[in-house]
């Protein structure tokens, strides 16, 4: 561990000549986390203790080590200028000396404005000449914080040993950035970030300024020589060249640019909001040289377009902040409770769940399974845009499969698409995100081929409601019911269930604020029952109950309410082992979908959700185009005859099959999740009920007993003939045939 983060990092330096991007992505590869690049030797990188294959593998011929006194002479050697910095930070903050600075930080935890301090804050260049765009039309140098990062680290010294740093003090600007940039790159986790540096140190023979300059003016004073020292214009245009050179230069996806300095400043510490610069105090005010880390990764936030939360900053809790325009809910003076901590709020190592958005990091993803007793061939393939899922599809449809359970998500506004297969035969198909009447003519047109719905998938796009749905061959009774609220899905669950239907798949969605109930229902018999929004707790709970009673769930949905995650459940008849594992990360699902399978079970139904708020902003403005959807018709394909389909396959998505049934390989465990199962079809350990959540069940198929207080509209139709969908205003629309 280096300076006070819980963060495994290690330094790696690569042999003198090998190609550096070529060398650096396999560490990246290996690392999985943030890397620091400096030059084209010396990495240091956040590295898993148990990563699947470590950097050393995947790069030989690198030495690597957990310190920088730990590397071979021939290594500590100066490889190149930044290479020997980087170095020496890594030396420093795995210092002992260094670990107890960390651990006795000045105003630890405390807010920015905390009494008697000056706060570190970019008003000064609201509005000024700092502020204003660099180039209308030029690509943003700084949108979103992914990817590869550039840093242009820029000591700008004067001609007395007052304006002068020591050699402790530069290395210790570069191991304060390094400690920094390794916390605010790994809450972007599990992509982190690289930060690739370019290291300045300018000398100027420049007296400070007058004491009544303006702030812009006392930067001026200095910015404009050390620029011209290295190569570059005076003025914003001048700073703004040289960070795009550092960008072009080093191949990354952004880049700004920080100056360290001595010289008097308008406020110790300063960005402008977008870029492309931030500008700090070597004295970093009242909380002095070692808290320059957590100052440095809030005005980095700054740069990457968050904004302030404390309370003098003036923020309020609305406003559109980052690629995603989420508002600043976390405010201090109008969050509840003054918000939570975060570095855009305080001193300490935390961030709060709305400055993720405003970063605009990569939306992290988890992962739930229903696992049912099962055997035979079956695939997961996720997170496909359109054109690569449908080619998975067909690949795995013409190799005996088929898909059983749909499930669309919208990481960062792009639509993804994750599919659940089985062994099986006969006429398949899937229908994506149609409007209601385009979905409904779909359903009965298939329906009217021997086909039936399996699955339904409701999907917000542009704020309208559009349906998908996966299609196998089958016969019987089938009914659709959609966009209900509560109680007038119940009234039509048990009416449905009363003649022979039996839910099989529901989806639960919150539409203007307003929970909505969609099912579909095929022919069926036995007990069945229906538990929805139950916290998780509860719902593990009565999971056990009725498990323990003969059912089985079989459709798992996963719900946001307000800030609260909840679980609703179908369940029917069953018998055999059972399993249930939800909010993983991908490695820690993938080895639990590999163990439980060698065990005798089959993954029956899945579900995706985005971690942290996704509902705020929802950019959903470029989905349809990246998606390929014309219009609202929705877009899909049908093979009655089980026969091959065209689909090009350019790249993305990741998942695993198994044909046999036999384990595939595993990635390493990481994270959490949290589930039960039991193979013997006995109850599983029972966790604590906190919550209820609410529902009903028929253990015998008869009727249900519940109060349905809305009345609810819709239609329903029972001789064999197809009927058309109507869209009715209300509770819910739908069409029933008996087959
Ligand atoms: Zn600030
Ligand atoms: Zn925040």
């Not at 000024?128 to 000591?155: E, F, K, M, N, Q």
């Not at 040289?242 to 010289?263: H, I, M, N, P």
């Amino acid at each position: 561990m280096a300076g006070d983060l819980e963060i495994h990092e290690q330094v790696i330096v690569l042999p003198a000549g090998l190609p550096a991007m070529g060398a650096q992505a396999a560490v990246k590869q290996a690392s999985g986390g943030v890397t620091h690049e400096y030059g084209p030797r010396v990495i240091i990188a956040a590295v898993p203790s148990a990563a699947s294959a470590s950097p050393q593998q995947l790069a030989p011929s690198a030495t690597m080590a957990d310190e920088s006194a730990a590397l071979p002479g021939r290594e500590r050697e100066d490889p190149d200028d930044v290479g020997a910095v980087g170095l020496a930070a890594f030396g420093m903050r795995t210092s002992e000396e260094y670990r107890q600075a960390k651990a006795n930080r000045p105003h630890a935890e405390q807010p920015w404005d905390a009494e008697g301090l000056q706060q570190p804050c970019l008003h000064d260049d609201a509005g000024g000449p700092h502020a204003a765009p660099s180039d209308a039309g030029a690509p943003p140098l700084s949108a979103r914080l992914t990817g590869r990062v550039a840093v242009g680290i820029i000591i700008v010294e004067g001609p007395t040993n007052a304006l002068r740093f020591s050699d402790a003090e530069r290395t210790k600007v570069v191991a304060e950035v390094q400690n920094g940039l390794t916390w605010l790159g790994s809450q972007s986790s599990p992509a982190g970030v690289s930060w690739v540096y370019d290291i300045r140190v300018v000398r100027l023979n420049v007296q400070p300024g007058p004491a009544n300059q303006t702030s812009e003016q006392k930067e001026q004073r200095w910015r404009d020589p050390a620029m011209a020292q290295l190569g570059f214009g005076a003025g914003m245009a001048g700073v703004t060249a040289y960070v795009e050179q550092l960008r072009t230069s080093r191949g990354t996806d952004w880049a700004y640019c920080a100056f360290f300095t001595k010289y008097p400043l308008g406020h110790f510490a300063y960005a402008s909001l977008g870029g492309p610069r931030l500008v700090m105090h070597y004295d970093n005010d009242g909380w002095g040289p070692d808290n320059i880390d957590r100052v440095f990764a809030h005005e980095t936030g700054h740069i990457f377009n968050a904004p302030d939360e404390y309370q003098s900053s003036g923020c309020h809790c609305g406003g559109q902040y980052g690629v995603f325009n989420v508002p600043n809910t976390n405010c201090e003076t109008c969050a509840p409770g003054g918000g939570v901590p975060c570095i855009m709020k305080a001193n300490t190592w935390a961030m709060c769940a709305y400055t993720p958005y405003h970063l605009g990091f990569p939306q992290g993803q988890r992962y739930s399974g229903v696992f049912l007793a099962g055997t035979g061939s079956h695939g997961l393939w996720v997170n496909a845009d359109w054109n690569h899922f449908v080619a998975k599809w067909n690949e795995w449809n013409n190799q005996g499969l088929r898909l059983e359970d749909l499930e669309i998500s919208q990481p960062g506004g792009q639509l993804r698409y994750s599919g659940v297969f089985r062994q099986g035969t006969g006429g398949y198909g899937l229908w994506a995100l149609a409007d209601w009447n385009s979905f409904a003519a779909k359903w009965n047109e298939w329906s009217g081929q021997g086909l039936r719905l399996v699955d339904l998938e409701v999907t917000l796009v542009n704020n309208q409601l559009r349906y998908s749905g996966v299609f196998r061959a089958g016969s019987g009774g089938y009914g659709l019911w959609a966009d209900a609220d509560w109680n007038s899905f119940v009234a039509k669950w048990n009416e449905w269930s009363a003649q022979g239907l039996r839910l099989v798949d529901l989806t639960a969605m919150q539409v203007n604020g307003q929970v909505r109930y969609s099912g579909v229902f095929r022919q069926g018999t036995g007990g069945y029952g229906l538990w929805a929004l139950a916290d998780w707790n509860s719902f593990v709970a009565k999971w056990n109950e009725w498990n323990a009673q003969g059912l089985r769930l079989v459709d798992l949905e996963i719900t946001k309410v307000g800030n609260d995650t909840r679980y609703s459940g179908v369940f029917r008849a069953g018998a055999g082992g059972y399993g249930l594992w939800v909010n993983a990360d991908w490695s820690s699902f993938l080895n639990k979908w590999n163990e439980w399978n060698a065990q005798g079970l089959r993954l029956v139904n899945f579900d995706v959700s985005l971690t942290g708020i996704e509902a705020a902003a929802s950019p959903i403005r470029e989905a349809m185009a990246a998606a390929g959807a014309d219009g609202a018709e929705g877009y899909g394909v049908l093979s009655l005859a089980a026969d091959a389909l065209d689909g090009q396959a350019t790249g993305a998505g990741f998942g695993a099959v198994s044909m046999t049934g036999a384990p595939t390989e595993a990635a390493s465990t990481e994270g959490g999740g949290m589930g039960a199962v039991s193979l013997d079809g006995e109850p599983a350990p029972s966790t604590e009920v906190t919550s209820n959540g609410f529902g009903a069940v028929s253990l015998t198929a008869g009727g249900v007993g519940t109060e349905a207080t809305g009345p609810g509209q819709g239609s329903a139709t029972m001789p064999t003939s197809a009927v058309a969908g109507e869209e009715e205003t209300g509770a819910g629309f739908g069409g029933l045939v008996h087959g």
